[in-house]
């Protein structure tokens, strides 16, 4: 059971970054698939998460207009694509699934049971 994090790196504010998350070890098509950050000194928040079949996506509200999340069954990898980055952006970026249901209310972290080991994103001039 693996989920691995690519795309991380440094990028100037206003520019755009897309992460992906690749799975394997389970069943990908049937989890709810989840973003999250942790920036240093701070818990680590939701970002936002995306249905089993890619129909339903929710977002934080800090994230929201810039950040989209997709998915790719066939291939088993989620991304993150965000856009307009800000310096508060900057963050250890984590991918993580969920065997439950899709529910909106799926935002905190022990609601997830499978974990990337994190790609860094940051964002400075």
């Known amino acids: 059971v693996q989920l691995v994090e690519s795309g991380g790196g440094l990028v100037q504010p206003g520019g755009s970054l897309r992460l992906s998350c690749a799975a394997n070890g389970f069943i990908f098509s049937i989890h709810t698939m989840g973003w999250f950050r942790q920036a240093p000194g701070n818990e680590r928040e939701f970002v936002g998460h995306i249905n089993w079949s890619g129909d339903v996506t929710n977002y934080a509200d800090s994230v929201k207009g810039r950040f989209s999340i997709s998915r790719d069954n066939a291939k088993n990898t989620v991304d993150l694509q965000m856009n307009t980055l800000k310096p508060e952006d900057t963050a250890v970026y984590y991918c993580?699934?969920?065997?439950?249901?899709?529910?909106?209310?799926?935002?905190?972290?022990?609601?997830?049971?499978?974990w990337g080991q994190g790609t860094q994103v940051t964002v400075s001039s």
């Open positions: 993580a699934a969920t065997s439950r249901l899709y529910d909106s209310r799926l935002r905190r972290v022990f609601d997830y049971n499978i």
